[in-house]
């Protein structure tokens, strides 16, 4: 198993090579530019090549990449031209909100959807199984931004139970307001995931509850209830899990909707008003690091599929994967 | 399975805690045990007199106001120099303090830190009184000293020096006469006291901005009523109140500033009561708060210009037949009932808002009536009588957009074929940079300065920025742009001004539709504001001005 572990990272060099290529293209093809986005509505045309000098846009575009790429190999990854600090330092101070609002958001999407796809296979075709199967399907299709917006009218707007905007911290504000903030951004980002989650659970789990061990445990005479949260969740676990990497991967993504909508502090907010600002620097660190971070999260996958599943490392070892 | 779970969960929780450090407005949501509405501003404006605000009996001490802002301010924004954008004036100017003071209609000047100033006969030498007992906020490297002469001067020379927009252009240096500030410009130039009521007019010490560096703003000191306490990029800035204060007590004991991006939620928010001021109230939003008996709507005519304008260098439209048609078959008071619906803007024909002292009612004769007949055959006489190809650049806000689909149907009744493309101010920006627009459609804001309109449209030292895409350029029309900068009496600048828009209407270099109105939303729990001709909220002002902004709980 080590052996694969290390091939994957070894696979991780040329897929960072090709984002951090990718990125420094796609910011340069943004129209727009930096330095008219920096002196907004003071923009005065006998400032702007100053500026560009200053910043180092004057250089031809491989003369920029080569510097781009030598400061990322020593760990710089540039000046935010907008916030006028280190990308990496901002990038410290945002991600940590975006992972408690990503890692609770997945927890609940997990405990929710797992609990209610198991429900939906124990009683396949009843009334239960088509309500919970109905809102899977409401789960994976409703827009996030038109779901964030409803759960705002109704429980800020109207009922006044949720603040409708902004964040707490533990540290700060205590556990109440933290859950208080919390609440709605987190919903609102698990809905998808929860869908997605419902699904695998029910299919995974009805194909396990028909198999052969678990008819010979009921033959036994264990107990149903044993037969479904040991047995058979067990062996439903691998396709949920890796659809937990995914999943994962998906809300941090869909962080730069949430956190828009309801003003949290996190990588989705930085990321949308760097773009505003044609910040590259920033724009290029975060994509870097989400993108590193979707690496990873698919190489944990992998390997905890592994230990779950022997037989997948095995088949690695031999080429298969 | 249990333990992975509790592990997850308390790894969330740990995260929780380490996440920033911010903070958000204690959530009290509904405030509907307020006094009912007084008199919420139900009409259109009809001038610029600031709205009265509710009165429910003598003002209290204390309290915190919490408004709403549509952007985020940068960590460093808040140096007065490096300041870019309204966002940042808002936070500014309650923690700094300038010379000098616009009063509400933004016509004239109050005395602020200088208590007095006397202008050279040739207008070149400004010489200011500095008011005596003035403190500055404590900081870490002064210890509330006083403000003196000095510091007026090094602050001014700094901001010319530093800002990198250049501020001031028109300045050679202030420095310190007898314990006066006399300031030499090398260009006379009028809008000189309107400049130094700006945020980079602010008077800031220099061993606080030496001993900071480039984390001044992160920092920022200066002498008004409020001390910035709390700046949490992106989320929000926090102001207490200024103890030592030398103008009138602030009634708040704080002011915090809560970043906002989405209007939608900034209206739930205040709704909720979880903001007390929304700034920024556009489109449907704005009967939304007429229709919410807990919220009162102001709306002052603001010093901001829409307009449709022409490329003078555009092989097409450089023909002014072609020009005029287009602004025949333009009817304005169909845009501005169509775009301003809300009551957030009206009609308006010349290149200066009507809130400007510039604006005569008598030069709207000479912009070419609405007259599609006339238009066409115009444009048959220019040789487009089968018809025409035009591209308008707009950018993405919504009453510019709706104003362009207003403006490309009406175009097409006369033939002219209109692409609308609709791009980021950035790439806008770019496009008047590079000279590739055909028609735009622009908004301009100034001042009550028709100096910060015309004079600036028609100036070529602005060309192919968003004052003058226009691409109008004439060495004759500068010499008058230039003369109207730097007289000093108002009746010979208006002469010039008028002018100046006799020329831009000659040319027809656009079509000056309308005037927009700012709106603001307000909580029942706020009392004491006046909403001026400008886009910055004063908490506290100057005595006299009647602005000292209190809360009821």
Redesign the interface.
């Known amino acids: 198993m080590q052996k694969v572990i290390l091939k994957r990272l070894l696979q991780l060099i040329p897929t960072l090579l090709v984002v951090i290529a990718f990125t420094f293209a796609a910011t340069r093809l943004i129209?727009?530019?930096?330095v008219?986005?920096?002196?907004?509505?003071?923009?005065?045309?006998?400032?702007?090549d100053a500026?560009r000098e200053e910043l180092g846009l004057n250089d031809p575009i491989p003369v920029q990449f080569g510097k781009y790429f030598m400061d990322i190999l020593q760990g710089d990854f540039g000046e935010s031209y907008?916030?006028?600090?280190s990308a990496i330092n901002m990038i410290k101070?945002?991600l940590?909100?975006t992972?408690?609002l990503s890692?609770?958001s997945l927890?609940i999407a997990i405990?929710v959807g797992v609990l209610f796809g198991v429900l939906s296979a124990k009683r396949q075709s009843s009334l239960l199984d088509y309500v919970l199967t109905v809102v899977s399907l409401f789960g994976v299709s409703a827009p996030v931004f038109w779901v964030a917006?409803m759960m705002?009218?109704v429980f800020?707007?109207n009922l006044?139970?949720?603040?409708?905007?902004?964040?707490?911290?533990?540290?700060?504000?205590g556990?109440a307001?933290?859950l208080?903030?919390?609440t709605l951004p987190c919903a609102c980002l698990a809905v998808i995931p929860m869908g997605t989650f419902m699904r695998i659970t029910r299919s995974s789990m009805i194909d396990s509850l028909g198999s052969d061990s678990v008819r010979a445990l009921r033959a036994r005479g264990v107990s149903e209830r044993s037969i479904v949260w040991k047995h058979a969740?067990k062996n439903a676990l691998p396709p949920i899990l890796t659809v937990v990497g995914m999943q994962f991967a998906g809300c941090f993504a869909g962080a730069v909707l949430t956190e828009?909508?309801?003003?949290w502090?996190g990588m989705g907010?930085?990321i949308s008003?760097a773009i505003?600002n044609?910040d590259y620097s920033l724009i290029q660190a975060t994509v870097l690091v989400v993108a590193l971070a979707f690496v990873i999260i698919n190489l944990i996958t992998d390997i905890l599929y592994m230990v779950i599943n022997p037989k997948v490392a095995i088949d690695a070892e031999n080429g298969g994967m | 399975?249990k333990k992975l779970?509790a592990l997850?969960?308390s790894?969330?929780?740990i995260?929780?805690?380490?996440?920033?450090?911010?903070?958000?407005?204690d959530?009290t949501?509904?405030n509907t045990s307020d006094p009912p509405p007084a008199a919420a501003d139900e009409n259109k404006p009809a001038d610029s007199t600031p709205a009265p605000s509710a009165d429910p009996g003598a003002p209290v001490y204390g309290g915190e106001l919490k408004i709403a802002l549509n952007r985020?301010i940068?960590?460093?924004a808040l140096d007065p120099t490096?300041a870019?954008?309204?966002t940042c004036d808002q936070v500014c100017l309650q923690y700094g303090d300038t010379l000098v003071q616009e009063t509400a209609d933004a016509v004239d000047y109050l005395p602020s830190l200088a208590t007095d100033w006397t202008i050279s006969e040739d207008g070149k030498v400004y010489t200011f009184t500095i008011r005596e007992g003035v403190h500055f906020q404590k900081g870490k490297f002064q210890d509330g000293r006083e403000l003196t002469a000095e510091d007026v001067a090094w602050s001014l020379n700094r901001a010319h020096e530093e800002s990198?927009?250049?501020y001031l252009p028109f300045f050679d240096h202030a420095e310190v006469q007898d314990g006066k500030v006399v300031c030499y410009l090398e260009n006379a130039n009028a809008t000189f006291l309107h400049e130094l009521t700006s945020t980079s007019g602010i008077i800031v010490p220099k061993e606080e901005v030496e001993g900071w560096g480039?984390q001044f703003g992160s920092h920022p000191i200066s002498t008004g009523p409020f001390i910035v306490s709390e700046h949490?990029?992106?989320?929000?800035t926090k102001l207490v109140k200024n103890p030592d204060y030398w103008g009138v007590e602030p009634y708040l004991d704080a002011v915090t500033y809560?970043?906002?991006?989405?209007e939608?939620?900034a209206m739930?928010?205040l709704?909720?009561g979880?903001v007390d001021v929304v700034l920024t109230v556009s489109g449907n939003y704005i009967q939304q708060v007429r229709d919410n008996p807990n919220l009162v709507l102001t709306q002052t005519p603001e010093s901001r210009l829409s307009f449709l304008g022409f490329n003078l260098s555009d092989s097409v439209l450089s023909d002014k037949r072609v020009r005029d048609a287009i602004s025949m078959a333009i009817d304005r008071k169909q845009i501005a009932d169509g775009v301003y619906a809300n009551g957030d803007g009206a009609a308006s024909y010349l290149p200066v808002p009507v809130t400007s002292w510039g604006y005569d009612p008598a030069l709207e004769e000479l912009v070419p009536a609405y007259d599609v007949d006339a238009a066409k055959a115009l444009l048959t006489e220019a040789g487009y009588g089968n018809g025409l190809n035009l591209v308008l650049t707009v950018g993405t806000a919504d009453a510019y957009v709706r104003a362009a689909t207003i403006i490309q149907a009406m175009l097409s009744q006369i033939g002219v074929n209109v692409e609308i493309q609709s791009?980021?101010?950035?790439?806008v920006?770019?496009r008047y940079?590079n000279n590739t627009v055909q028609l735009f459609i622009g908004g301009q804001?100034g001042s009550a300065d028709p100096g910060t309109f015309v004079g600036n449209f028609l100036s070529t030292a602005k060309?192919?920025?968003?004052f003058n895409a226009f691409c109008y350029s004439d060495p004759a029309t500068d010499e008058i742009v230039n003369q109207a900068g730097a007289e000093t009496d108002r009746a010979k600048r208006t002469e010039l001004y008028h002018e100046l828009i006799k020329e831009a209407l000659d040319t027809n270099i656009g079509v000056f539709y309308a005037t927009s109105y700012l709106s603001w939303g307000l909580g029942q729990r706020v009392h004491g504001f006046v909403q001026e001709n400008k886009s910055v909220m004063r908490v506290c002002g100057l005595e006299g001005t009647g602005i000292n902004i209190w809360v009821t709980e």
Request: glycine share 8%; hydrophobic share 40%; with cysteine.
């Open positions: 129209p727009g530019d930096p008219a986005a920096m002196l907004g509505e003071q923009y005065d045309a006998t400032k702007v500026l907008y916030f006028n600090t101070a945002r940590p909100n992972l408690v890692v609770s927890c405990i917006i705002v009218l800020s707007v006044g139970w949720l603040p409708s905007f902004g964040m707490a911290t533990i540290a700060q504000d556990l307001a933290f208080r903030h919390i969740l828009n909508i309801f003003s502090p907010t930085m008003s505003d044609r | 399975m779970l997850i969960l790894g969330t929780l995260l929780g805690s380490l996440a920033g450090c911010s903070k958000n407005p959530p949501p509904g985020t940068n960590a460093e490096l870019n954008s309204t990198w927009w250049g480039d949490v990029p992106d989320q929000y809560y970043i906002v991006t989405d939608a939620q739930n928010a709704t909720t979880e791009l980021s101010s950035t790439e920006t770019d940079l804001g060309l192919h920025t968003n």
